[in-house]
């Protein structure tokens, strides 16, 4: 018994001990230098070991351990400089107050002010935030614009699934009508606003944060924001000298080496720091082999207190093979091949021959100007260059490229090249029936934006500036095989006025110039106002801008020279938007915003018929937006909720029309279709303890055509009215996007450095793109065919550890975890139904791991 009670009491004793040594705790603020907001989710972790925690929704973090002794500290967050602590773990508690983390990154103040970067709780606009740990954890091999798919009113799919190819909508708008912004330099197209996403394929790779901001956006220049803004912000210069090398693998050989190095800022103020990366695979499709390069380099100079220097270039040289076309769930079925069957390759002498392949290189270059005129004025400057080189190839002549099984030039459901280059070769000096061509779109963009802040009062700012942009965009096709044949001849019409009855054929060969040459020039000068209000719990805004807007177009092959370019057309183009948002409390906010959008033609409704004739009726599109949202901010809680309510008028809109009967496909140009898009959005953050964090959103959307258009003139390939079409639009739901999705994420640190995580994303009421001149009549308006609900499921993790004195982090992500077999894009077919639409699938199970060291 005296044995029982001696061991009792060491057993106590021992506890007593263990609650003394676990008695230390320490409490702390982590707050963002610049921006003197709370750090959510910084990284605090007592170094050499796995006892850390993370801070919370304001910034606060409260640390407990049974180690004594001195200590350090490590303050970390991506994005951030590490923040390095001396502590004395004595037993008590230990305040540390606020901890300012400056930014890692020399320039990136300034760099906003021009990218229009909305501020939490200030910025009335319904905005969301990707942090670039979400870049490093989540995106694996996803396409860019991917990592967005769990954002409200995002739907963004791999497309064709070839690299660069993916594509995203917001709110129902497809990228013509978002604006997408680097560093606060416009993006989109001068001709006809599309963002091609395999010209920036290496952009993640340089990507420091990005923001998508829905509906009219905190963007001052005018820019085709209906659905809303991206904003890219990418590297600028390492506040610090190091880097990084990193190397990663995937499913279907994928592969990826990467490296970082900067000097940090030198004592004369100077700083460098370069970048770049190699990707190559074979690709989750069949027939999709790429390879891409990625280069980043940034120079900053700062001169004095008052003036800093930075030049940036980036770029992202690639090449692969393409799906372009969809192909009926039948197809899919018969091929052998399922999900991954591609109808536009094949086997030439044994290799892999694309009858798509693309290839483009854009850099873009740009001179940043700081200068800081006084305590309460600021002028940002950039003037920037992009020069775009490449295009995509294709099969013209007689077609044998089809991609239906039933093809007759098709062994084991692919392209049998060698059978057709036989077949031109037979033909010998009666030159090859079917050739592969590159459709070239080079481009030469140069522009400079100006903006200035002027401080007028202790509550109101101003904002003003200057938005100059001048577009070449040279566009022709060439032969780039004639598969074994001497020669082709080229039916276009040459060096003649279009439809012309003396118009021959020619002999070409690789090289040669085919079927069109012409060239389109565009120029844009803009200027941009807004004042700002800020005192106490409310801040408003209310921006100005206009743009002039002038098109010539040039074309060398159906014109004589003295007849080869067009007048300009100039269109002017005007938008004002508003907003408030007023703090109701530390935890409660609203916000309203309103705008009405004047927007100019894109070029190829100016020339929709490909040729010099002026479309005289062209007008600009409208739009008129509302908003309303709310708020909430919490320590366990934070979230946002918003009604958006946009009326779309007088979209251009141009369709393939066939005439009952008729095999032979027209072209109509429809003005004035009308569109509503209305919806609600919500998304919140829970963090109910340091180590657990769960994300979620909604989006409920409801987009219809509002408009009927009769007595639409059809036209041939002559450019001769052969009839007339009425459009029966109204009514139907807008297609090529699900209006309702919805995601949650949970993400969990397992121990000081090992973070795991799960997202599940769904996407319904995904009704089928369609021409809208095929589809009804006025007895009966039918929706196109609505895809299968579907759910993805996606898994991550993350390791840092020490390597040595170097710091080490492992990457692993798996995207589609359970294989789930789905339709990602449509085109409607004549019954409605799945039995004739045309589709892609999205990827089935993808992974890929990767490691990264930083020194």
């Known amino acids: 018994m005296k044995k029982t009670t001696m061991l009792f009491l060491a057993f106590l004793i021992s506890l007593s001990n263990y609650a003394q040594e676990a008695s230390t705790v320490i409490k702390g603020t982590i707050i963002e230098k610049e921006t003197d907001q709370p750090v959510i989710g910084a990284s605090i972790v007592i170094k050499g070991t796995t006892i850390g925690t993370t801070s919370d929704f304001d910034g606060n973090f409260t640390l407990k351990t049974s180690k004594t002794g001195p200590t350090v500290l490590d303050i970390s967050f991506v994005g951030l400089q590490t923040i390095q602590q001396n502590v004395d773990l004595n037993g008590s508690e ?114 420091r944060t990005m923001q998508v901001q829905r509906g009219l956006g905190a963007s ?67 027939g999709t082999t790429f390879e891409g390069y990625s280069y980043f380099a940034n120079i900053s100079k700062k001169i004095n207190d008052s003036h800093q220097l930075s030049f940036t270039v980036f770029g992202a040289p690639q090449v692969h093979g393409q799906r372009r076309n969809k192909v009926m769930l039948s197809d899919y079925k018969e091929s052998g091949r399922g999900i991954k069957y591609n109808g536009d390759w094949g086997y030439r002498n044994g290799e892999e021959y694309n009858v798509r392949e693309n290839y483009y290189h854009k850099p873009q270059i740009s001179l940043n100007w700081f200068w800081n005129i006084n305590d309460k004025m600021d002028l940002a400057t950039v003037v920037y260059s992009s020069i775009g080189r490449g295009g995509g190839s294709g099969g013209t002549g007689v077609d044998k490229f089809g991609p239906s099984l039933s093809n007759p030039y098709r062994r084991d459901g692919v392209i ?70 001497q020669f082709y001849f080229d039916p276009a019409i040459s060096n003649a006025e279009a439809g012309s009855v003396g118009a021959t054929q020619r002999a070409v060969k690789v090289g040669d110039k085919i079927q069109y ?32 807007q002038s098109f010539q177009r040039i074309d060398y092959m159906q014109y004589a020279p003295e007849n080869q370019k067009t007048d300009w057309q100039s269109f002017f183009g005007y938008n004002i938007k508003g907003g408030a948002n007023y703090n109701l409390t530390d935890v409660h906010n609203i916000f309203v915003n309103g705008g009405y959008f004047s927007r100019q033609p894109f070029f190829n409704s100016v020339w929709p018929n490909y040729n010099n004739n002026t479309n005289e009726g062209v007008v600009n599109e409208k739009a008129l937006s509302f908003e309303l949202g709310y708020g909430y901010r919490s320590k366990l809680i934070s979230g946002n909720v918003n009604v958006y309510h946009t009326t779309w008028k007088d979209k251009y809109y141009r369709a393939s029309v066939r005439q009952a009967g008729s095999s032979v496909s027209y072209s109509a140009n429809i003005p004035g279709l009308d569109a509503v898009h209305s919806g609600l959005e919500l998304d919140f953050t829970i963090r109910p303890n340091d180590k657990l964090t769960i994300t979620g959103m909604a989006s409920f959307g ?33 297609g090529d996007a699900a209006q309702t999705t919805a995601a949650l994420g949970l993400n969990y640190v397992v121990l000081a450095g090992l973070k795991v995580g799960a997202d599940w994303n769904l996407y319904d009421r995904l009704f089928a793109d369609f021409n809208v001149t095929q589809v009804n009549t006025p007895e009966k308006s039918v929706d196109s065919w609505q895809v299968p609900t579907y759910n993805l499921f996606d898994l991550n993790a993350s390791y840092k550890f020490p390597l040595g004195k170097i710091d080490a982090t492992f990457y692993a992500k798996v995207n589609n975890v359970f294989n789930t077999k789905y339709v990602s894009d449509a085109f409607d077919g004549a019954s409605h139904d799945w039995d004739t639409a045309q589709v892609f699938y999205g990827a089935g199970t993808t992974w890929s791991t990767s490691i990264k060291l930083n020194f």
Not at 418 to 426: F, L, R, S, T, W
Not at 434 to 445: E, L
Not at 519 to 530: I, P, R, T
Not at 705 to 717: G, R
């Open 94 to 207: 230990i305040n540390l107050g606020n901890q300012y983390m400056p930014s890692d990154a020399i320039g990136l103040a300034e760099v906003e002010i021009i990218a229009s970067v909305a501020v939490d709780r200030k910025t009335p606009v319904a905005v969301s935030t990707i942090k670039p740990e979400v870049l490093e954890e989540k995106l694996g091999t996803q396409e860019f614009p991917e990592i967005l798919k769990s954002t409200p009113g995002v739907y963004a799919t791999k497309s064709g699934g070839g690299y660069g190819d993916s594509r995203i909508n917001l709110r129902g708008f497809s990228s013509a009508n978002i604006a997408v912004m680097i560093n606060g330099v416009p993006v989109n197209d001068m001709e006809n606003g599309s963002v091609y996403w395999s010209n920036w394929a290496g952009l993640s790779d340089v990507t």
């Open 220 to 286: 001052k220049v005018a820019v085709p924001s209906v659905g809303g803004t991206i904003n890219i912000l990418t590297k600028t210069t390492d506040a610090k000298k190091g880097g990084n090398l990193s190397y990663g693998i995937g499913n279907d050989g994928y592969s990826k080496i990467g490296f970082t190095a900067s000097t940090g800022q030198t004592e004369n103020g100077w700083a460098v720091t370069v970048s770049g990366s190699k990707t190559t695979g074979i690709g989750f499709v069949d």
């Open 416 to 485: 049998n090249f060698d059978q057709i280059v036989d077949e031109n070769v037979a033909l010998g000096r009666q030159g090859s029936e079917s050739i592969i061509y590159n459709g070239v779109n080079n481009h030469q963009w140069y522009g400079g934006l100006s903006t200035l802040t002027a401080q007028l009062s202790d509550h109101i700012t101003f904002t003003g500036g200057l938005d100059l942009r001048y577009y070449e965009g040279n566009h022709y096709r060439e032969v780039k095989d004639l598969l074994g044949g």
């Open 517 to 548: 040459n012409n060239d389109g020039l565009v120029w844009w000068q803009g200027v941009f106002a807004q004042a700002e209000y800020s005192k106490d719990k409310l801040s408003a805004f209310l921006s100005l801008s206009g743009s002039n």
């Open 702 to 734: 409801n987009w219809k055509w509002d408009k009927n258009v009769l007595d639409v003139p059809i036209y041939d390939d002559t450019q001769q009215e052969v009839g007339k079409v009425d459009v029966y639009a109204q009514g139907l739901h807008v």
